[in-house]
Nanobody, 125 residues
């Protein structure tokens, strides 16, 4: 499975941006896909996840209500729509995909076997 992330860029605080993650190869309805981010000097952290089959979504508290994760099954693509962006949202955003994870594991990197290359989001204050 290959993941191609795109959509990053420079945006002013309060602005919006939509990231895309296109999956190719041997995808599965049992997939879950997620977004993580890594700010300079910090560890990679969970942002949001979605189960491919059910569309159920999960968010970290700091983005809930501002970010939305959804998927387009026909395009094998997951999106992260980010609104009300803050300077603290500045990071490299990575998309990941995995199989058959229990709910509690979706928040951790080990539940994701495949990773995209990352896309940089810079929010100017």
């Amino acid at each position: 499975v290959q993941l191609q992330a795109s959509g990053g860029g420079l945006v002013p605080a309060g602005g919006s941006l939509r990231l895309s993650c296109a999956a190719s190869g041997r995808t599965s309805s049992s997939f879950h896909m997620g977004w993580f981010r890594q700010a300079p000097g910090k560890e990679r952290e969970f942002v949001a996840a979605i189960r491919w089959s059910t569309g159920s979504t999960h968010y970290t508290d700091s983005v809930r209500g501002r970010f939305t994760i959804d998927r387009d099954k026909a395009k094998n693509t997951v999106y992260l729509t980010m609104t009300s962006l803050k300077a603290d949202d500045t990071a490299v955003y990575y998309c990941g995909a995995g199989l058959n994870a229990i709910l509690s594991s979706l928040y951790y990197q080990y539940a994701y076997k495949y990773w995209g290359q990352g896309t940089l989001v810079t929010v100017s204050s």
